[in-house]
């Protein structure tokens, strides 16, 4: 191994373990931790957050990365090492030009800011949040104005932190295709919407049962109970401390089976994909996947191209009526997988359907670009969003709860992410009509054996961690990069026979 | 504050936090962490643990303590302060003659030894352990030798870190006369052995209503659900990141009711010392129990001298009762207050009676002298194992998993730590008389009135952590020092009585 290659991995074992530190408090706190814990480990927290940014942004690993970036020392480096310091070079390119203090001061306000948007969502008081979201905006639009290159624009800055190689005017074009494609077709199906009845999602469920029943399908699915664990948190997510150890949560609700269900198959096809991360790159800064689009695409795909699949529930639709033998004994496997189909524009974007889910991401998308061009003041942000709302879903907010308040993304900071979970839908498309055309992909959901798909899976996005990024990978697997053509395609195919249109 | 103080602080702080994330990781691997997570979570471990130790010994911690430790300095000092800066000098000398690598070793070792332990002993084979005892018994030889001082043994190098103070020849004087007590009084106890029922205890109890009255009776002993956690593990245990987060563990037996119900109780004991210590000192390295004796005394106190009362089962045991109409519709407070004092010879620590327990302490702490002072050898441990049981107690382990594999701490290097245990009984039981002469003890169990008794260790004992040690909190408590005579006279009291000898 390169000696300087060497050095610079003593400061990395030292980031990844502060990392796997910081992982395990959030687990906690989503977790576990007790009500009047916060205060006092939030010190803890903070002060290793802080050894966590010195173990990057110092002297040394500078000194280190800018060796090994020249040509003599990068040919003595292996795929993955080339890969590391790639990735190393850009986490260091994202935080070097912020100074600690600032660093530090933003760190304390988004570890505050999401109590203040909960309590704000609760009591429906959009004013109390609006100065912390307009905080946030600055530091962020202060912190991408410190690394924006000549001619970008600042929003291009943080879509790339989270989706290496995508800006704004491809994803205008991505999602002038989606929507022109979408919104006529929502409106038909608006029409017909009478034809799916599903009004037994919406019986009592006993919640120990739906546990049972989730706890199943994760395994069904490809959840490794010896690598991995499942709890409880009042929002689904996934972590990991590494590919040996992946953690899910899952919510319950009394009077909707779908909910836990489809959240349970979600955040087991993000766990599929760090469970399979290489064990060489696990501890390592690719090991983890290659970006949050890529992330959703793996749940996406799970959870409804899967999921939401009739190959997927003939093997299994008899085991859940067995556990809900009342509630479902008159629900047919066709009128189970209409229901769970059915497409109902709403306000909330975590219960949007397949159809309807990027246009809830569309106007997020939207928005933020208004904030980062100065086209919106954060004071007007109720009323835009309503207005958008009203016109690309033909639902109009009640409250700013149900509104600009609902999601929890930007009160942690995560500005220039939503566009990623249209993203993850576009890819899981493609990949979809990939696989559909090189294996029996549905006869292998027919006979209940997925492994074969979470092979392929692995074999070719997974293991790689984030080696590769998201356009490398689609290539080396399809030959094609990104092209939405495939989701508009798979969403008009399934709407159009779903409603008989 | 102190201008030097100050400085320390900041190193105080990093060393908290550190040490509050090991906390964490040891708690989740107990408690959650999947099977095959520890060996690459170890290597977070290691690594963390080596900053701790680095944030702690250093130069700059050695010549700021030097400095504090001078007359001028101390004279700027609160009480707190000053006994922060003995207990880091006591940490500092602990720890600064062990090479750093070697820490890092050992601490490597002892994450992955409490894996290995527990499939040796369920699989009953101990040549798959000894390997990882040897080594552990080894590095402790070592880093014992590192710090012994002329003509002190080794074995005390590691007895004074649990109990300040204390040391083999005090501890000799100590156990022989409990042994000289217990093993008379218990041959004639074993003589009536039939005179006590308790078969009521060994039908079934749903684990779930066991769960249902354990969490009610911790919270009546005191424990805050707002500021701690009550979980699972194999082995009940406490720990804490700081006294707003303080957690406990229990197990269930179907066929044992007692074993989860004395558990929580003992848990619960420790518990309230925790969340009891000052806020003041709660982050820091006195924010803690004062020694491990002292903590057992408290868990010992409210699983023992309350828990097995029949004052303290006056107001609570209908409530058992309706947990178990069926179990136990036919036993009488009367009789379940004998039962749960009945006192049987076993092979089990955790499973033993008050009276025999300090037997099982007793073989534990020959066999740790006896391989300290090279008079045993690993491989020879379960054969002298078997004799000493036969000897004292008069039981013969039918395999080494209720033998030498019973007990988890060597696997953790807790070595020379078992005496805590028993002098944990002794200080409880001197408690006791103590708190008996000046309260109305006994009256305010039968009211289910717990809060002055609570108050009264809180006031005297918990508040101060480590700040005062074992023997200063009792002098000042009750103008006594730790007396083994309380212990012998009641036990010789209780059994006397109950067996009516």
């Not at 949040?129 to 410190?146: D, Q, R």
């Not at 069904?220 to 689904?236: C, K, N, Q, T, W």
């Not at 959870?303 to 299994?316: A, C, D, H, L, T």
């Not at 092979?455 to 990978?473: P, R």
Request: with cysteine; glycine share 4%.
């Amino acid at each position: 191994m390169s000696e300087i290659y060497s050095k610079l991995m003593k400061h990395l074992e030292k980031s990844t373990a502060l990392e796997t530190a910081l992982v395990l408090f959030q687990w906690d706190s989503e977790t576990l931790a007790p009500e009047k814990s916060m205060e006092l480990t939030a010190k803890s927290i903070g002060i290793l957050s802080s050894e966590y940014y010195n173990s990057l942004i110092n002297e040394d690993v500078k000194s280190l990365l800018d060796k090994l970036s020249e040509e003599d020392e990068q040919k003595q480096l292996d795929f993955n090492q080339k890969a590391i310091v790639k990735k190393l070079r850009k986490t260091f390119e994202e935080m070097e030009h912020i100074p600690p203090e600032e660093y530090q001061a933003y760190q304390e306000l988004i570890a505050k800011a999401p109590g203040i948007w909960s309590k704000a969502k609760q009591e429906n008081h959009y004013p109390s949040f609006a100065p912390y979201l307009e905080e946030i905006m600055n530091y962020n639009k202060k912190f991408a104005g410190y690394r924006v290159k000549e001619g970008q624009e600042l929003y291009d800055v943080l879509l790339n932190d989270y989706e290496e190689g995508f800006n704004t005017k491809e994803l205008d074009v991505f999602f002038d295709k989606v929507k022109s494609a979408i919104v006529p077709l929502l409106k038909e199906v608006v029409k017909k919407n009478d034809m799916i009845k599903k009004e037994y999602n919406y019986e009592s469920f006993e919640i120990d049962k739906q546990k049972e029943f989730c706890n199943f399908i994760s395994q069904y699915v490809g959840f490794d109970l010896s690598r991995g664990v499942i709890a409880e948190s009042a929002h689904p997510f996934t972590t990991k401390l590494h590919n040996q150890d992946v953690r899910i949560t899952n919510h319950f609700l009394e009077h909707n089976l779908e909910s836990a269900i489809f959240s349970i198959i979600h955040e087991t096809g993000h766990a599929l994909y760090e469970m399979n991360v290489d064990s060489a790159i696990t501890l390592s800064p690719v090991g983890t996947g290659a970006s949050m689009g890529m992330h959703e695409s793996q749940s996406r795909f799970f959870e409804n191209i899967i999921g939401r699949s009739k190959s997927f529930w003939i093997p299994v639709f008899s085991k859940l009526q067995e556990t809900f033998p009342e509630q479902l004994k008159d629900v047919s496997l066709d009128s189970f997988i209409k229901g769970i189909n059915k497409s109902v524009p709403n306000l909330i974007r975590t219960e949007a359907d397949e159809l309807t889910y990027s246009l809830h991401i569309i106007i997020r998308y939207e928005i933020e670009k208004m904030i980062f061009a100065g086209e919106a003041s954060i004071h007007h942000l109720p009323a835009i969003w309503n207005q958008k709302y009203k016109e690309y879903l033909g639902v109009e907010p009640p409250s700013d709860s149900n509104g600009i308040l609902q999601d929890i993304h930007w009160s942690c900071g995560n500005i220039g992410y939503f566009p990623s979970y249209a993203i993850g839908s576009a890819i899981a498309a493609q990949i979809y009509y990939h696989m559909e055309a090189i294996m029996p992909f549905h006869s292998y959901l027919e006979e209940g054996n997925l492994a074969p798909i979470s092979e392929y899976l692995k074999e070719h996005i997974h293991k790689y961690g984030a080696s590769k990024n998201t356009n490398e990978l689609l290539m080396d697997m399809m030959k094609e990069p990104l092209n939405p053509d495939y989701y508009v395609r798979y969403l008009t195919e399934k709407y159009t026979k779903l409603y008989e249109l």
